[in-house]
């Protein structure tokens, strides 16, 4: 998987944006639900991968969340 995102909707972002979107979602998403096809993702799966940081980093859950339903994979060189 190289990414979350196309290279190409990254380009509005500031760099740190850019940065922060994809690996937000590679760090707490991925681990969970990023071998699943869209329709296999249940909100149980949302729920346990949003439960370790919910306490300690809620802002960065709460964007992870928010982040999650724009989610694609791209492969290599796209």
Known sequence: MR???HPDELV???EKHRDQ???SLKRYACPTIGKLTIPEI???HIHDLLKPI?????????????RIPFAR????GT
């Open 3 to 5: 990414g979350v995102l």
């Open 12 to 14: 509005i972002w500031s």
């Open 21 to 23: 979107w994809p690996s």
């Open 42 to 44: 249940k909100p149980s």
């Open 54 to 66: 919910w306490v300690e980093k809620r802002e960065t859950a709460n964007r992870v969340r928010g």
């Open 73 to 76: 994979t791209y492969p290599e």
